[in-house]
């Protein structure tokens, strides 16, 4: 009897669910049918992996707000949208899409910067780890992706490049066509590694997607980026329900979570011969010794652990902040911390030693809350900083191959600047790419406007008061509390208002006409960063890298596209993947033979 009655109510609560989500906003704003009574809708588009193109199509049907769920609006079209939305003091906050991204540690959420939902915690966060990204700082990681982008090159002419004779004739050399995506993000990971660690991560040098990282990223983000449509699955059924945690959820190891703690472990190893040998830096007899350079080296961990080191003196109260607790992964063995990650990466190895252990915290507490920021930090890095780079990398490399003219003018300018030593060959510096290289600024902002790495709604939750959003126009639409709302940076970017009639072409002269140079009006729309207070932080760092790699290549190669006619793949599960971009190489000024001069 309490069966049946059961069953018979299970049609009537989903009839209920879905005639209360179609009146959860007001009838005007138009959206696909479907979508008004349910998520799913927008959880299919991002599964089939061409969201964006959808968003933009519907944008073009139904104007600059469109319905993409029964609480989820999408908005499009007018620059003023964006402080409305993403405006410091304008109080939206991160949605549950970026709750997905959370793991769960021993029972408590931890949380990176970029999937913090918490403003207090994200602002007590950022505090400490600001200034490792500041523009201020950029000079000194200059060096560690000259280190990388040189041995890029290396790997590249050794494997794929032909070169010709005195006389023009190709050299024989197995001619192998270079699977240029790939090797983008070989790059893309191994300057982050450098960057973070001062060591690569071993992609360029092996030529493969070491310890399957890359793999391991990629279902990590096919797998939120749809759940993330749905968070309450995740947040009921899935990844943060305590009962599939415990009986379901097979633990794992990371092997970018393997490859960071142990180039973690050996710096606090130096460290701790520097705190053996000579207490702290300031009555230090050896500065340079081996603990002094831990401190010493231009990169990310040296940062964080400077922080470290001064709550530790400090006793910071950051320190017994629950959020930052939250991050710990300690175990019973304090020289052997233990982690646990979600599953989607695949089954425990044998050969790996780190797995889930529910015992919590132990004497060394205040060491492991200090190590485990700091390894929350460097993990964040990883994965905010190399598919992104990457994603940008390919996109810039393909235009330009299939607009053979923007080649053509990149590397004439190039060129040019070499000759008249306006700059360093292989590698131009920062400051030489932004006095002497306007076409090369131009065409990696293109690149970004064209391809904004993230491409899927930057969702914010509408606040207890409400929203009212203004128009061009002056009219209004009111949103109630909890609206999700969000602009896909791939849509807005297309916005002919802002970019032009041709905001659906590759045009990096847009970037160089009298309006734009003196009001920098597009500049300041350009969304791929993301905007306001929860902006990409590694952009400085983002810029570096992309105006040291593309002069770089260009000046030593010419490239060809191995398939002129055939087009790129492209996948979005948030970071937009693609593939299918090979191309042939030959070296521009190979090194003369001696025997041939
Ligand atoms: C071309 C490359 C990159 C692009 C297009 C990009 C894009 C973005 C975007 C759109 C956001 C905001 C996300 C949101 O509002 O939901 C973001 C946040 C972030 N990015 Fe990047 N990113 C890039 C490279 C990097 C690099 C290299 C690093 C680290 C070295 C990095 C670190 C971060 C961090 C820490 C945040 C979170 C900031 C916060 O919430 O306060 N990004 N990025």
New binding site residues.
């Given amino acids: 009897m309490l069966v049946s009655l059961a069953l018979a109510l299970i049609p009537a609560i989903v009839v209920y669910t879905l005639i209360k989500n179609y009146f959860l906003l007001t009838s005007s704003i138009p959206g696909p049918f479907v979508a008004r009574f349910t998520d799913a809708y927008r959880a299919l588009l991002v599964y089939r992996r061409r969201p964006h193109e959808v968003h933009l199509a519907l944008h073009k049907k139904h104007g600059d707000l469109v319905r993409l769920g029964p609480n989820y609006v999408s908005v499009t079209g007018s620059r003023t949208y964006v402080p409305q939305i993403y405006g410091i003091g304008k109080g939206l906050v ?1 949605s549950d899409f ?1 709750s997905v991204f959370q793991n769960v540690v021993n029972g408590r959420r931890a949380a990176s ?2 999937a ?1 939902t918490d403003e207090s915690a ?1 602002a007590k966060s ?1 505090r400490l780890i600001a200034h490792a ?1 500041s523009l201020s700082t950029l000079v000194e990681y200059e060096g560690l992706v000259e280190r990388t982008t040189v041995c890029f090159l290396d790997a590249l002419e050794e494997r794929f490049a032909t070169t010709r004779g005195a006389t023009g004739d190709k050299k024989s050399r197995p001619s192998q066509s270079l699977d240029l995506a790939r090797y983008l993000q070989f790059f893309a990971f191994d300057v ?1 590694g450098e ?1 973070t660690f001062s060591r690569r991560l071993g992609f360029i040098e092996s030529g493969t997607d070491v310890d399957n990282i890359m793999a391991a990223i990629g279902a990590n983000f096919s797998y939120f980026s749809v759940l993330g449509q749905m968070p309450w699955l995740d947040e009921t059924l899935l990844g943060k329900n305590p009962i599939y945690v415990k009986y379901f959820r097979k633990s794992v190891s990371s092997p970018i979570l393997i490859f960071a703690q142990r180039l973690l472990k050996e710096r606090l190893e130096d460290l701790d011969g520097q705190d053996n040998t000579g207490g702290d830096d300031k009555n230090r007899q050896d500065p340079k010794g081996k603990g002094g350079e831990s401190y010493n080296r231009p990169d990310f961990l040296t940062r964080f652990l400077k922080v470290r080191k001064e709550q530790m003196e400090s006793h910071d109260e950051a320190l017994s902040d629950g959020q930052i607790l939250s991050y710990l992964f300690v175990s019973e063995q304090p020289k052997h911390p233990r982690l646990i990650i979600p599953s989607s990466s695949g089954p425990l190895k044998q050969s790996q030693s780190l797995c889930f252990s529910p015992s919590l915290l132990n004497s060394n507490l205040h060491e492991y809350q200090l190590t485990s920021f700091s390894f929350l930090s460097i993990k ?2 990883i994965n ?2 190399s598919d ?2 990457a994603s ?1 990398l390919r996109a810039i490399f393909y235009h330009l191959l299939k607009n053979p003219t923007s080649l053509t003018e990149l590397q004439s300018e190039l060129d040019a600047a070499a000759r008249d030593k306006k700059i360093s060959v292989p590698c131009p510096t920062w400051v030489e790419t932004q006095e002497n290289l306007p076409f090369l600024c131009a065409v990696i902002k293109e690149g ?1 406007r064209m391809n ?3 491409s899927l709604p ?1 969702e914010r939750v509408v606040p207890a008061e409400g929203l009212t959003l203004r128009h061009e126009d002056n009219t209004t639409t009111s949103l109630p509390p909890g609206t999700i709302i969000g602009i896909n ?1 791939w849509v807005f970017q297309r916005s002919t208002d802002i970019f032009g009639k041709d905001a659906e072409r590759w045009n990096p002269t847009r970037w160089l006409t009298a309006e734009e140079k003196s009001t920098k009006s597009m500049e300041h729309s350009l969304l ?3 905007a306001g ?7 400085n ?2 810029l570096l ?2 105006h040291k790699l593309i002069p770089a290549m260009l000046l030593k190669f010419n490239m060809t596209l191995t398939h002129p006619d055939r087009e790129w793949k492209v996948e979005n599960a948030w970071a937009l993947n693609q593939t299918d971009i090979e191309v042939n190489l030959s070296l521009r000024n190979p090194r003369r033979n001696p025997e041939e001069s």
């Fill in positions: 991160k970026y910067l970029v913090e994200h950022k990204y982050i960057l964040m890095n905010a900083g992104t780079i940008t970004l904004p790495a993230l930057l940076p791929a960063f993301g207070k929860r902006s990409c932080l590694g952009k760092v983002a890298e992309l």
